[in-house]
């Protein structure tokens, strides 16, 4: 699918709105370069590089430890894949929050060194937002559960719960709007508020456990095909994959033991006199 279609652009993506008649956006968390390239092939418009690979991929039990140099290196593995889909790469923790001149900074190594086409961040910042967009960097935002606020926000909880959270939601997507984001994630909140905020801009809403009103939906890869072991509520696992890579790495483990592994077809190399021209692809 991906040979045949366009690259998708931060144009196109921010024109995409339901209520026109848009079918809704799908965005996938991939950190790596195999991700992106199978992601790219199922015909995904967006590919986040999220900080969340801090919790998925290093084991950390948060987002507040992922480093530039990281989220850097993550978003080149991915953006070398060469996908026609939209790159998003997340700026981390302390990379945009102490001025707007280390924003600016930061979301140009995201998209020089890293490859990315736009950058994330997560808050209602629309200052930093604007002097983002005015160095002609895209950028996507974040509300509602903002996971490099957990220590304020005390826990991964649903957010804008009551009229005042909500509303300060609904304001923060605006002023968002009008600072030059292209769209806006919404991340666990009340699927009401989704709809009233999708309603409410002209820029498209990617929802993860915002409802389904929302412009389009984001979940992370390895929790939709069933690798991550904890999964929030609101994620739909359509494969097992953990299970049956298990099973996978115990038959070939049983395979060696009982000295079954390698056979003739893997030592078939071993046997090809000085002088073959037949290639031996090293993967190890």
């Not at 290093?58 to 026609?84: F, N, W």
């Not at 002097?131 to 957990?150: F, N, Y």
């Not at 030059?180 to 456990?209: H, K, M, Y």
């Not at 494969?239 to 049956?244: A, C, I, K, N, P």
Request: aromatic share 4%.
């Amino acid at each position: 699918m991906s040979k045949s279609r366009k690259p998708v652009t931060v144009p196109a993506v921010a024109a995409r709105k339901r209520r026109h008649g848009d079918e809704p956006l799908v965005m996938v968390t991939a950190y790596d370069h195999p991700s992106a390239v199978l992601a790219d092939r199922a015909g995904v418009d967006l590919l986040l590089v999220g900080d969340s690979l801090g919790m998925v991929i290093q084991g950390k039990p948060d987002t507040l430890q992922v480093t530039l140099d990281e989220m850097i290196y993550h978003c080149a593995c991915v953006s070398r894949a060469g996908t026609k889909a939209l790159v998003v790469g997340d700026l981390p923790w302390m990379t945009y929050h102490v001025s707007r001149e280390d924003a600016v900074r930061n979301a140009g190594r995201i998209i020089q060194e890293g490859g990315a086409r736009s950058v994330k961040l997560e808050g209602a910042r629309p200052d930093t937002v604007r002097a983002i967009v005015d160095a002609e960097i895209p950028v996507m935002g974040h509300l509602g559960l903002t996971p490099q606020s957990v220590n304020v926000l005390g826990g991964f909880k649903l957010q804008g719960r009551d009229e005042a959270a909500a509303e300060a939601i609904r304001e923060g997507a605006l002023r968002l709007q009008d600072a030059g984001a292209f769209a806006v994630v919404l991340e666990c909140v009340p699927a009401e508020l989704g709809e009233r905020v999708s309603e409410e801009l002209d820029i498209p809403t990617i929802g993860i456990g915002a409802g389904p009103a929302c412009d389009g939906q984001v979940l992370v890869w390895h929790d939709l095909l069933g690798v991550s072991e904890r999964v929030p509520s609101f994620v739909r696992r359509y494969e097992s994959l953990g299970d049956r890579i298990v099973e996978a790495l115990e038959s070939h483990a049983a395979d060696v033991r009982s000295g079954e592994f390698p056979g003739p077809d893997e030592s078939r190399y071993l046997a090809q006199p000085t002088g073959a021209t037949e290639p031996v692809v090293a993967d190890a």
